[in-house]
């Protein structure tokens, strides 16, 4: 081969590969799915080389709407359904990519492990106190909620009997982010929280089954849909590859490890 045609292979090559200085794409948006999304922006670094995915700290679905459609980042995730004025103002593409029980979590001394919905809905009420009177421990219930606009909230709302209309506790405490929710709960004897399932806590909170079903069983009521957003004219060849491989085999087996239900077809709207 002359040293003409070794040169054309090793830049062919060269555009195949991702370089090793490439800039990190930053996916930003919602607190829920964080660690899953981590566990796939690692899986995917160690497929390709040279690559860098950073899923920062919650700015919440609203957040990964607005810096999209600026512009300021290229995919954003988001746990909701966008709005009809957020699709209107800048055209989003949106991509399902797993689906995340939507869960009920406690401090291990409150002695509880399943509730039923019913139970549940009386604690976030108020009218249900002690943990004692719904089977666990003989210990005050520390109520912990969040914003009107969380995206778990909003699923309890519509998949839940009885919470559409619910008026949680005004003695509660409001937690901004998912980040928040679940170290409160983990500090304070007695709390109750909401949030997407992660498996990796699982051995320090109680992930409460509701009528008998655990939050990984089939038959669980509630989960939150994890989208990725972009532009198209805004879109890197970094988050091209990035959504390419989220549906591969090995990006699928990555998502149920991480506690998630991986969406199987891609489907980009």
Known sequence: MN???????????????PSASSETLHVVGTGD??????????????ELPGTKVSVPPSIHSAGAVREVTMGTAVLGRVARPLTRTEKE??????????????????N??????????????NIYAGKVTNWK??????????????ENVDSTLAV???TLAGWKDLTILEKSKTAVTT????????????????????????????????????PTSEAYPSAVTLTLIHRED????????????????????????????????RQTM
């Not at 040293?3 to 590969?17: K, S």
């Not at 002695?111 to 039923?116: F, H, K, M, S, V």
């Not at 909401?194 to 655990?214: H, I, Q, T």
């Open 156 to 158: 309890f709302r519509e």
């Open 108 to 121: 291990a001394a409150a002695g509880a492990t399943n509730l039923t919905e019913e139970q549940v809905r």
């Open 179 to 214: 980040q928040e929710a679940t170290d409160t709960v983990l500090e304070v004897p007695g709390a109750i929280g909401f949030g997407p399932y992660d498996v990796s806590l699982s051995n320090k909170l109680v992930f409460l089954s509701l009528d008998g079903r655990a």
């Open 3 to 17: 040293r003409a045609c070794l040169l054309f292979a090793a830049c062919w090559l060269a555009a195949l590969t």
């Open 33 to 46: 799915g964080i660690p899953n999304l981590a566990a796939l922006a690692a899986s995917y670094a160690a």
């Open 234 to 265: 805004t879109v890197t060849e970094d988050a091209r590859r990035f959504l390419d491989f989220i549906f591969t085999p090995k990006a699928q087996h990555v998502i149920r490890e991480s506690g998630a239900i991986p969406v199987s077809v």
């Open 89 to 106: 103002r800048v055209a989003l593409l949106e991509t399902p990519i797993f689906r995340l029980p939507a869960t009920f979590f406690t």
């Open 133 to 146: 009177e719904v089977g666990g421990n003989d210990l005050r219930i520390r109520v912990v909620r969040r």
